[in-house]
Structure formats: C-alpha cells, structure tokens
C-alpha cells in the first residue's frame, strides 16, 4: 500500500471508543459504478487514511462492493450500515441483518443504524418490545453488531431517540443550509457522549441545493428555462474543489466525530481530503459569509413535518422552508421562481388551525404562510 500524503485527522466516535477518520466515504454514489470501479475507489480511499465507510442495505450493491474492497483490511476499518426503516419489525430486521453480514462478508459489523427514523410513530415502532431495535441489540449479545446507532433527517425526532440512550451514534443532515441539528441536538448528544456523523454535507443526493437545475434537465426543458443556480453557488461554490471547499470547510467547523460525504472517484476522495488536510477552522470572512452559529430568527419552521398533513394539502415545511431561504439565506430569485410550481399554495390555507395545534414549538404556522405567500409571489 501506497503512503498517504494527507494528515488524516481521527475521532473518537462517541461513547464507542471507535477512532474513524474525520472524513468518512459514503457509499451512495458508488451504486452507479461497476464492481471492478467501485472497488479501485473504495480501496484509494483506504490507502489514503479513510477507515470510516458508511453503506445500507438500502444502496442497492454498495454493501457488495464496500465488502469486497475491505474484506483484506476488514480489522483496520470501521463499516456502518443500516436497516431499512420498512422494517420496523425484529424478524425483519434480523433477515436484513444477515444479508449485510453476507454482502459485507465479514462476521460482525461495526456499526448498524435503524435507517431513516423521521416521525415519532415509526421511532415508537422500532424501538417497541418487537421492533427492529430489538433485534439489534439481541445481535450484540451475539458479536455481530458491536454498536446501535440511528439516522434521519428529522433532529427533533433523533434528540428524542438518543434520550432513551439505546443509540450509540446519531447520523443527521448537516450543510450550510441545513443547521436544524446545531440548536440542540448536537448539544444533547455530546452531554449523553452519543457519536455525531454528518450527511449531506454537499446538499445531498438529488437534493435542489446540489442541483437547482436537476428537475429541468430530467424534463427535457430548454436551456433558458433551467432555474438559476447562481444563488446556491455563492453558497455553495462551483462544481469540484470549490463546491468541497466551501461545504467541508463549514461542516468540519463544527464539533461533530465524522463526515460522510459520497465518492465516487479517486479525485473526488482528493478533494476533500486536501480540504480537511490541515482544517483549523473557519477564517473571520467565512464565519460572517455563513452566519456560522447562526440559525434563522424566530419564528423559523423546523421542518419536523408534525403539522402535516394538511387538510387542504398546503405543502407547509416546503413553503416555510423556501420562505427561510429567501429571508435568511438570501436565496431570493430561485425561491420566487420555484413557489408557483407548488401543486398546492399558502393561499389555499382555511386557517383551521390544525398545524398550529400540532406544532411542537407552538409557531404561529398560519401568519408564517401568509407572510410566506406575500413574500414569495
């Protein structure tokens, strides 16, 4: 094995006493390479001081070719995997559970994560005396699991999962325009000694941050009608170095144990880690371009989705999400010009009530979307 250039920095990963490097592969992209690609990047990214691989059940061959790439390094490396959030039941998840032990061929794995845990109801289901937690745990008392941990996109979801202190790790959104895990949750976490990994770093897959003009492609539309990405790119940066540049360097910011941003080439392994070589934080001019430590004044929609649904069909977090960005980020052409391809509007709201009744931070939903409607069009 080639000597790595890079001073690849280690983390204890929470309460697991796991040392992961800082930046840790995701294993989304590398499902739309071939086995003999995925492999070559997956290895290049070990040789050069990556041991935190991140993969699920969910990514299609991922386990696959992550467990082909490490199985000769499987020792020196810390594998993470997920069981698919339909599979709330124990005997489920224990079925799920073996076939990533065969397609990871090792026998036990790190890390295993109940997968996308986004509402209350379902994080009720799995963590229940039959849920998919259940088989978790009866799989540690057996050496094939040697820590729990929990993903999703909901933080106020998650911080009620880790306060049972059944979950070891927590796995979350984290980018320049997604900071809802910085108000508490990443709070909590370190007071309960629970590991913080960070996804999305880059906007996420398929995701409008990382590409604006994504629907617009895939419709076949003209050029000139493609929605301008100008915007997100004084956010985020251009494509490539740039783009790793300005994501990595305000995530790694932050106190958390690892990032996983996707790969799916050996350059793009080199681009973030000739970002994190060296990181020791942010510089006074990023901090103020950012709003690092900042999150959007009060009252800002969460996006915990616990108002929903709405009887008349208002997409309330979407529209509420997009009124943030045109407020706070100052992301103000794109949002005026994605909000009347809403199927349903604020203006179709009744004013019932029911959002605000469900709303776990008590904010007054209704004026919000009528300010949002006035704001937006």
Same mark, same amino acid.
């Given at each position: 094995?080639?000597?790595?250039?890079?001073?690849?920095?280690?983390?204890?990963?929470?309460?697991?006493?796991?040392?992961?490097?800082?930046?840790?592969?995701?294993?989304?992209?590398?499902?739309?390479?071939?086995?003999?690609?995925?492999?070559?990047?997956?290895?290049? #990214?070990?040789?050069?001081?990556?041991?935190?691989? !991140?993969?699920?059940?969910?990514?299609?061959?991922?386990?696959?070719?992550?467990?082909?790439?490490?199985?000769?390094?499987?020792?020196?490396?810390?594998?993470?995997?997920?069981?698919?959030?339909?599979?709330?039941?124990?005997?489920?998840?224990?079925?799920?559970?073996?076939?990533?032990?065969?397609?990871?061929?090792?026998?036990?794995?790190?890390?295993?994560?109940?997968?996308?845990?986004?509402?209350?109801?379902?994080?009720?289901?799995?963590?229940?005396?039959?849920?998919?937690?259940?088989?978790? $745990?009866?799989?540690?008392?057996?050496?094939?699991?040697?820590?729990?941990?929990?993903?999703?996109?909901?933080?106020?979801?998650?911080?009620?999962?880790?306060?049972?202190? /059944?979950?070891?790790?927590?796995?979350?959104?984290?980018?320049?325009? =997604?900071?809802?895990?910085?108000?508490?949750?990443?709070?909590?976490?370190?007071?309960? !000694?629970?590991?913080?990994? /960070?996804?999305?770093?880059?906007?996420?897959?398929?995701?409008?941050?990382?590409?604006?003009?994504?629907? /617009?492609?895939?419709?076949?539309?003209?050029? !000139? !009608?493609?929605?301008?990405?100008?915007?997100?790119?004084?956010?985020?940066?251009?494509?490539?170095?740039?783009?790793?540049?300005?994501?990595?360097?305000?995530?790694?910011?932050?106190?958390?144990? #690892?990032?996983?941003?996707?790969?799916?080439? #050996?350059?793009?392994?080199?681009?973030?880690?000739?970002?994190?070589?060296?990181?020791?934080?942010?510089?006074? =001019?990023? $901090?103020?371009?950012?709003?690092?430590?900042?999150?959007?004044?009060?009252?800002? %929609?969460?996006? %915990?989705?616990? %108002?929903?649904?709405?009887?008349?069909?208002?997409?309330?977090?979407?529209?509420?999400?997009?009124?943030?960005?045109?407020?706070?980020?100052?992301? $103000?052409?794109?949002?005026?010009?994605?909000?009347?391809?809403?199927?349903?509007?604020?203006?179709?709201?009744?004013?019932?009530?029911?959002?605000?009744?469900?709303?776990?931070?008590?904010?007054?939903?209704?004026?919000?979307?009528?300010?949002?409607?006035?704001?937006?069009?």
């Amino acid at each position: 094995m080639s000597q790595s250039p890079w001073d690849m920095q280690k983390r204890r990963l929470g309460r697991t006493d796991l040392q992961v490097s800082r930046i840790g592969f995701g294993g989304i992209p590398i499902i739309a390479l071939s086995k003999r690609e995925a492999e070559s990047v997956v290895t290049y #990214a070990f040789e050069q001081g990556i041991t935190y691989f !991140d993969t699920a059940r969910a990514y299609g061959d991922s386990e696959e070719k992550i467990g082909a790439a490490l199985k000769s390094v499987r020792d020196k490396v810390v594998i993470a995997t997920k069981v698919p959030w339909q599979r709330t039941k124990a005997d489920a998840a224990n079925v799920g559970l073996k076939q990533s032990l065969r397609n990871l061929q090792t026998d036990r794995i790190d890390l295993v994560q109940l997968h996308g845990i986004d509402n209350e109801e379902l994080l009720r289901k799995v963590t229940g005396p039959d849920g998919s937690l259940a088989a978790l $745990k009866k799989a540690k008392s057996e050496g094939k699991v040697d820590y729990v941990g929990i993903t999703g996109h909901n933080p106020h979801v998650l911080e009620k999962a880790i306060g049972t202190r /059944a979950f070891d790790t927590v796995l979350v959104p984290l980018n320049i325009l =997604d900071r809802r895990a910085t108000e508490t949750l990443f709070s909590v976490a370190k007071e309960l !000694d629970v590991g913080i990994i /960070a996804m999305k770093t880059m906007g996420g897959c398929a995701h409008p941050l990382e590409y604006p003009q994504r629907d /617009a492609r895939f419709q076949g539309k003209p050029k !000139d !009608d493609w929605p301008d990405s100008s915007e997100f790119i004084f956010h985020f940066g251009k494509e490539g170095i740039e783009r790793a540049k300005h994501s990595l360097r305000f995530v790694l910011a932050h106190d958390i144990d #690892a990032v996983i941003p996707g790969f799916r080439s #050996a350059e793009e392994v080199d681009y973030a880690l000739k970002i994190v070589d060296g990181f020791h934080g942010l510089t006074p =001019d990023e $901090k103020q371009a950012y709003k690092f430590r900042e999150l959007p004044p009060e009252p800002f %929609c969460r996006e %915990c989705e616990m %108002c929903m649904p709405c009887p008349e069909g208002v997409e309330i977090p979407t529209i509420l999400r997009w009124s943030t960005y045109h407020t706070f980020y100052d992301i $103000k052409k794109w949002t005026r010009e994605q909000y009347p391809k809403l199927r349903t509007r604020a203006n179709s709201c009744t004013e019932c009530g029911e959002c605000e009744k469900r709303c776990p931070y008590h904010l007054p939903v209704i004026n919000m979307l009528n300010e949002a409607e006035k704001m937006l069009t």
